[in-house]
């Protein structure tokens, strides 16, 4: 292809191995990776990792023409126009045959001696298998450890995405360990992104079934370099630089606790898409422009998805059809027809979205699958056609004849929907959904886990709205319990029948039911009423850390408010103290600081997909950490923005700290960005900062009304 390697560091340059060519690949796992290998001496690391496939342009080896023979059973030569333009009726099938060929190059010449070389070192094979060449779901069969990566939008849990195509097939291939690289778009630019931004997108991860997130990034940066420090040109900022940096903690903690509960059990989706790999090999194409570079300045892809899998299912069916089955109280995995071949169909549903060509053993398992109980959807319309040139009069009329068996005779197991708008309506016909919440609220997602003593479900709100809603599961038992996965307490479920219970913008939980009684009593969470609120909102002193300077604060608000402070980033000290009396802290009285509700902001229509974030302001910009009378008490950075502090309160006077900081933009608006000028022209634009014209100072501090609401269970008769 010609392509060189995409942003190289200095004397890195040169061109991108042949993915299809085994002695390259083995090459430079010898040259390179064993001597990487020698430093870890006796002690190899956890795995070893291959990034996401960008090989633009990959559509040809030295011998696929041999190859092609030989997998296939014809000579291409005579075909090679249809591969450029339309060559007549047998276009497609030729140009299937090449893009199967292609992928069966990059599983066997690429991923397999990785996986091999791997296992001879004693470690794992980590991969983000998708991309260009056109690598399959099921190529992940040759990862330990299947990847994914996010477009980074709130709504890439309801669309085709290649974090729920690795989560997939480590659910189809017993991977128990799934990963996906994470906040690498996150709230652009660099250390724009708050802890509310990176829980925001964790969360989606989690809906799709990933357990172990790989976050993006912390970014080297030496002392000379100042502050904020080095960082890259896209990815969130993680590092110590990061002013709120100190709330970071309580953040891993939470993402370890949900992490570590969705490896339990087994997955238990119902639904499996099928991917239509057959019909995209059928659109690979060389374009008229297949000459010109694969990379521009910047080193981003000007071929489009010609060869590639992932990237062309991207603007298919698919996105009609996900959100459907999730809104109808179903959870889903992808499946594609290797899969089938090696794995069967382990789902009580599979959905065949706009599906044309199928190979015939695959679809002939399908048919054998519905007449044995399960249930088989087809949406548009029917698989009709064979895949490949050899197959396609031998085996077409077979896949017809199986169509109309299936779906359109009198006694047909399956079920047509030609309108795909209806899917999921008939969906909940056919199987009663896992979870039904009521209202229905499509922003509200979960995923199921199947334990031993029970069922497991994450659930999660991905909007910036506060929901009520009642939940009827499936698989609800004799008891019910959530668990609160930043504190990791346990409270009962009254009616595990039908769950009512409240969501914060951006707030998620676990639920477990089981037919033993969990280790806690039954119980109602106490009612309380709010009987004395204390106005903390103003008379504040406030020493900013970083330039040890204090001022007066008469009343609450944005820090960058004062011409002074506008562009500070770090650390500010609020302090205060107040008073209170016996009766405040009478028996059965509870201190809870309130910081304010927040405000939602509006969602752009369509959400960008490089850029995410959470689209809500929240009284405190952007992190806060509580003393009180010198014991810390809690953080705040997620709503609710409370924090309970009943146990640290004394009769009499009280003191009041609270930590806040804001990011590094404030002080990256103040000055003058580094110029990369001399060194792109000696090196040439490796990349290009993202997002840094124009920035502006952002409020930063406690902006709304503090307030310590006294709450008081109230007697019961």
Request: negative net charge; glycine residues 6%.
């Amino acid at each position: 292809t010609g392509m060189t390697v995409k942003r190289p560091a200095v004397g890195a340059e040169g061109f991108v191995l042949d993915h299809y060519d085994r002695n390259a690949i083995e090459t430079h796992l010898h040259a390179v990776g064993d001597r990487m290998m020698e430093a870890f001496r006796d002690q190899p690391p956890y795995a070893v990792f291959s990034d996401s496939l960008e090989d633009y342009g990959s559509n040809w080896t030295g011998d696929l023409m041999e190859e092609f023979r030989t997998q296939r059973g014809y000579d291409l030569t005579p075909y090679l126009p249809a591969l450029v333009g339309d060559a007549g009726p047998l276009t497609a099938s030729v140009r299937h045959d090449w893009g199967k060929t292609l992928t069966e190059l990059a599983n066997e010449r690429f991923l397999v001696p990785i996986h091999t070389w791997a296992q001879q070192h004693h470690t794992l094979f980590r991969s983000q298998t998708y991309g260009f060449p056109p690598v399959t779901l099921s190529s992940n069969r040759y990862a330990d450890l299947p990847e994914g990566e996010g477009k980074a939008s709130l709504l890439m849990w309801r669309n085709f995405s290649d974090v729920r195509w690795a989560a997939s097939a480590g659910h189809l291939f017993g991977r128990p360990v799934i990963s996906s690289e994470t906040w690498t778009w996150l709230h652009s630019p660099a250390f724009r992104a708050t802890p509310l931004d990176l829980k925001a997108e964790a969360d989606v991860h989690f809906l799709q079934g990933v357990n172990q997130l790989v976050g993006h990034g912390w970014p080297y940066s030496p002392q000379e370099a100042g502050e904020p420090g080095w960082r890259m040109y896209a990815a969130a900022a993680l590092d110590a630089h990061n002013p709120w940096s100190f709330v970071m903690p309580e953040l891993a903690l939470y993402l370890q606790r949900v992490s570590y509960a969705l490896r339990q059990g087994k997955p238990a989706n119902d639904v499996a898409v099928l991917l239509p790999n057959d019909d995209v090999w059928s659109i690979f194409s060389v374009r008229g422009n297949s000459t010109n570079p694969v990379i521009r300045q910047g080193g981003f892809n000007t071929v489009g998805s010609d060869f590639s899998i992932d990237e062309s299912l991207d603007h298919s069916l698919l996105n009609a059809v996900i959100p459907q089955v999730l809104d109808s109280g179903f959870n889903l995995d992808f499946i594609d027809a290797d899969a089938i071949d090696t794995v069967g169909i382990p789902y009580p549903v599979l959905i065949l979205p706009a599906i044309d060509r199928l190979p015939l053993a695959t679809y002939q398992k399908i048919d054998d699958y519905a007449r044995h109980g399960g249930i088989v959807i087809a949406a548009h319309s029917l698989p009709s056609t064979a895949p490949g040139l050899l197959e396609a009069d031998s085996e077409g009329r077979q896949i017809r004849e199986i169509s109309q068996r299936l779906f359109v005779a009198s006694d047909a197991a399956g079920h047509f929907i030609s309108d795909q708008n209806q899917l999921g309506s008939a969906l909940a016909t056919y199987l009663p959904p896992d979870v039904s919440l009521s209202p229905r609220t499509p922003r509200i997602g979960f995923i199921h886990r199947k334990l031993a003593t029970g069922d497991l479900y994450f659930i999660a709100n991905t909007s910036n709205q506060s929901h009520h809603v009642q939940a009827a599961f499936r698989h609800a038992a004799k008891h019910a319990e959530w668990l609160d996965p930043f504190t990791g307490e346990i409270s009962a479920v009254e009616n595990p029948t039908a769950v009512d219970f409240d969501l914060q913008p951006y707030e998620s939980r676990l639920i477990l039911f089981a037919d033993s009684a969990p280790s806690l009593e039954k119980r109602r969470p106490p009612l309380r009423a709010t009987s004395r609120t204390v106005d903390l909102s103003t008379d504040w002193k406030v020493t900013f850390t970083g330039t040890n300077q204090t001022v007066t604060m008469p009343v609450l608000r944005s820090w960058s408010d004062d011409p002074a402070f506008k562009y500070y980033s770090g650390e500010a000290s609020y302090l205060r103290t107040f008073d209170l009396s016996a009766q405040d802290l009478h028996s059965g009285t509870s201190g809870v600081l309130d910081f304010g509700q927040g405000t939602p902001l509006e969602e752009p229509n369509p959400l960008p997909r490089f850029s995410m974030k959470a689209y809500f302001e929240g009284p405190i910009r952007e992190a806060a950490e509580v003393y009180v009378n010198g014991k810390r008490a809690g953080f705040v950075w997620h709503p609710p923005y409370t924090v309970e502090i009943t146990r640290f309160l004394t009769v009499g006077t009280n003191r009041l700290r609270i930590i806040v900081a804001n990011t590094p933009i404030n002080s990256m608006a103040g000055h003058a960005l580094p110029t990369y000028r001399l060194l792109n022209e000696r090196y040439g634009e490796r990349f290009t900062p993202q997002d840094m014209v124009n920035l502006q100072a952002l409020p930063s501090g406690i902006l709304e009304g503090l307030k310590l609401n006294l709450e008081r269970r109230p007697r019961v008769p």
